[in-house]
């Protein structure tokens, strides 16, 4: 079985400053993927970063990259230079690489306001 | 650029009446899927679909749903018979592939039971 957490469930942050969203997991696959979404008030889901166990760097998209420590399993986003536009829920997830299961498995999600 | 299109974007049912949710994946993508994101929870996985089979689906994913891809594009989901508890936004994924490949939502489809 496999557990996301999301441990703050609100987050302000002053335009152009980098935030950092949390995240941490728990899992026995030894090979798995970590994820991130974003879901603006219209509810969409937006594919943001991907992180895979076996990856020794990590990932990054832009003003996303995702600060991934294994030992402390944590995948953590941060997003740079934050623009108005960036306010939004923002989901983690996670999925294993073996086997046949593909679903994700997602944590309560961060709400993030970027402040003016 | 290639997405998920949903619909509808919103529908209104009875309670115990059937509904179908219908999606269009993404044209080279081969894994579909459903997820449910109740108001205000975290969104939860129903079924996966490869190769015109579920492959996996969740506790939820119970007797009252089913899914179907009736032709070359489509791929629904159907409640039988809805319940106030099945209120929520319904959205469909697709993957190319196993690995790792992401999965794409479309942008959901907000179903209110009354």
């Known amino acids: 079985a496999q557990k996301i957490t999301q441990t703050q469930p609100g987050m302000f942050v002053q335009e152009k400053e980098a935030v950092t969203l949390d995240c941490t997991y728990d899992?026995?696959?030894?090979?798995?993927?970590l994820f991130w979404y974003k879901q603006p008030s219209s509810g969409e889901m937006i594919f943001l970063i991907y992180?895979?166990?076996?990856?020794?760097q990590n990932a990054t998209e832009g003003r996303y990259s995702l600060n991934f420590q294994k030992a402390r399993k944590s995948a953590n986003l941060v997003i740079s230079a934050s623009q108005l536009g960036d306010s939004a829920m923002y989901f983690c997830?996670?999925?294993?690489?073996?086997?046949?299961?593909?679903?994700?498995?997602f944590g309560s999600g961060t709400q993030l306001t970027v402040l003016p | 650029e290639p997405e998920v299109t949903q619909t509808p974007s919103h529908q209104v049912t009875q309670m115990g009446q059937e509904v179908i949710l219908r999606c269009v994946p993404i044209?080279?993508?081969?894994?579909f899927y459903w997820y449910r994101q109740i108001l205000g929870q975290k969104v939860e996985f129903l079924v996966s679909?490869?190769?015109?089979?579920?492959?996996?689906k969740s506790e939820i994913f119970d007797d009252q749903f089913s899914v179907e891809r009736p032709d070359g594009s489509n791929f629904t989901l159907k409640i039988r018979s809805t319940k106030l508890e099945d209120s929520a936004m319904y959205f469909c994924?697709?993957?190319?592939?196993?690995?790792?490949?992401?999965?794409?939502f479309g942008p959901g489809t907000r179903l209110t039971v009354t």
């Open positions: 994924a697709s993957s190319e592939g196993v690995l790792p490949y992401e999965q794409y």
């Open positions: 899992t026995s696959d030894q090979s798995y993927g």
């Open positions: 992180q895979g166990s076996y990856d020794e």
């Open positions: 997830a996670m999925r294993p690489l073996s086997g046949s299961a593909r679903q994700l498995t």
């Open positions: 044209s080279n993508h081969l894994y």
């Open positions: 679909f490869y190769n015109n089979e579920i492959s996996e």
